[in-house]
T-cell receptor, first 115, second 112 residues
């Protein structure tokens, strides 16, 4: 069974500092990995994905993520945090082999960026 | 291009009633998935439809059902509502295998 883990319920960072939101995954085959962000009372917004290719993936709003197969991790990063980045972030995995679109989500990490 | 549209945005229902939620996917997207989001259980997969066929189902009781129409619009139905069904229900559409899913704003269901 596929799964993802987000070990931190909350990450606090000062504006202008780099941020990292952690995600590790478990899947039997090759994973498709995604990051989504959710603002209050809103749906999920797609940030970036890893399918294959370069281990460093660039996404929306200056976010990037590094795929590490040996550590089964897919951490989300941003060089300089903004107060407006404060939101709930979800890592998700999809099983390549099934062909289905089902996403398995982590429990989410709340990012709080202070001015 | 219009995004994923879910209606209604908010619903209040009484225990025992049934409810139908609607989702219009992005034009051209044939895959529609539904998720339930609650504070306790997080985001959980309900089911996925592709070309009017349910091809994957999550671990939910039979009170939860859905369908997809020929224009890819989808509905989900919950019968005999329970207090625990109170949640944000999210619909997502995607093009094909490997592509990202785009989510609607959700329907907030409150069961009283």
């Amino acid at each position: 069974a596929q799964s993802v883990a987000q070990p931190e319920d909350q990450v606090n960072v000062a504006e202008g500092n780099p941020l990292t939101v952690k995600c590790t995954y478990s899947v039997s085959g090759n994973p498709y990995l995604f990051w989504y962000v959710q603002y209050p009372n809103r749906g999920l917004q797609f940030l970036l994905k890893y399918i294959t290719g370069d281990n460093l993936v660039k996404g929306s709003y200056g976010f990037e993520a590094e795929f590490n197969k040996s550590q089964t991790s897919f951490h989300l990063k941003k060089p300089s945090a903004l107060v407006s980045d404060s939101a709930l972030y979800f890592c998700a995995v999809r099983d390549v082999n099934t062909g289905f679109q089902k996403l398995v989500f982590g429990t989410g990490t709340r990012l709080l960026v202070s001015p | 291009k219009a995004g994923v549209t879910q209606t209604p945005r908010y619903l209040i229902k009484t225990r025992g009633q049934q409810v139908t939620l609607s989702c219009s996917p992005i034009s051209g997207h044939r895959s529609v998935s539904w998720y339930q989001q609650t504070p306790g259980q997080g985001l959980q997969f309900l089911f996925e439809y592709f070309s009017e066929t349910q091809r994957n189902k999550g671990n939910f009781p039979g009170r939860f059902s859905g369908r997809q129409f020929s224009n890819s619009r989808s509905e989900m139905n919950v019968s005999t509502l329970e207090l625990g069904d109170s949640a944000l229900y999210l619909c997502a559409s995607s093009l094909e295998r490997g592509s990202e899913a785009f989510f609607g704003q959700g329907t907030r269901l409150t069961v009283v």
